[in-house]
């Protein structure tokens, strides 16, 4: 069965500081997808990052970067100088690509990460 | 594109009471979704179409709750009758292809408060 586990229900840094959001996948299949979303006061979601499970490499995007490490069934993401605007919940999700299911994204518990100035 | 649109945003009705949630897709988008939020269960997907289709429903807690999408451009979820716990925020999405590897794109929700 699919299971996404992000352990970390708060987490409180100090402006600029970096600060790492982590998220553990569960899976039987070979052929999965890995998302982070955003979702900040105002209640919305925002898609961050899509990652397939035949792409290990580390991306980075400014101030964010994701590290997929299948050995573990890790995807973290790292925030580099945090900053208030940061301050949100974040969503790590998975999705099966296998014949026998319909796609459908599960959602990890989600981390609220508070950036105080 | 105005983004995925919801309607009411935010909603209070009695117990007992039919309630509709309205949703329109981002134009061209052939997948949309409907979720729930709460602080017990997280963000759960309750039904999915995909060219006005019903495709995986399994999500639906029961059978107060019906989803229809007429047209590619408006999809309802209604309960009937509703029941306190059934109080959470209500996201719709839509995406261009599968959900599989495609980026949804969320709506601002619907607050749902039931008395």
């Known amino acids: 069965a699919q299971k996404v586990t992000q352990a970390q229900t708060e987490i409180s840094v100090v402006e600029k500081e970096d600060v790492t959001l982590d998220c553990v996948y569960e899976?039987?299949?070979?052929?999965?997808?890995l998302f982070w979303y955003k979702q900040p006061p105002s209640g919305e979601l925002v898609f961050l990052i899509r990652?397939?499970?035949?792409?290990?490499q580390n991306e980075i995007s400014g101030r964010y970067s994701w590290n997929f490490q299948k050995s573990t069934s890790s995807f973290n993401f790292t925030i580099t100088a945090s900053q208030v605007v940061d301050s949100a919940v974040y969503f790590c999700a998975l999705s099966e690509a296998g014949s026998s299911n319909t796609g459908k994204l599960i959602f990890g518990q989600g981390t609220t990460l508070q950036v105080k100035p | 594109d105005a983004g995925v649109i919801q309607s009411p945003r935010h909603e209070v009705t009695e117990m007992g009471q039919e309630v509709t949630l309205r949703c329109k897709p981002i134009s061209g988008h052939d997948y949309l979704f409907w979720y729930r939020q709460t602080m017990m269960r997280g963000l759960e997907l309750l039904i999915y179409f995909n060219n006005n289709v019903p495709i995986d429903d399994s999500g639906m807690p029961e059978d107060r709750f019906s989803a229809k999408m007429p047209n590619a451009s408006f999809s309802t979820l209604k309960i009937q009758p509703s029941e306190p716990r059934d109080s959470a925020v209500y996201f719709c999405a839509s995406s261009l292809d599968r959900p599989t590897n495609n980026e949804q794109f969320f709506g601002p929700g619907t607050r749902l408060t039931v008395l």
């Open positions: 990652r397939n499970s035949f792409d290990e």
């Open positions: 899976t039987r299949d070979t052929t999965y997808y």
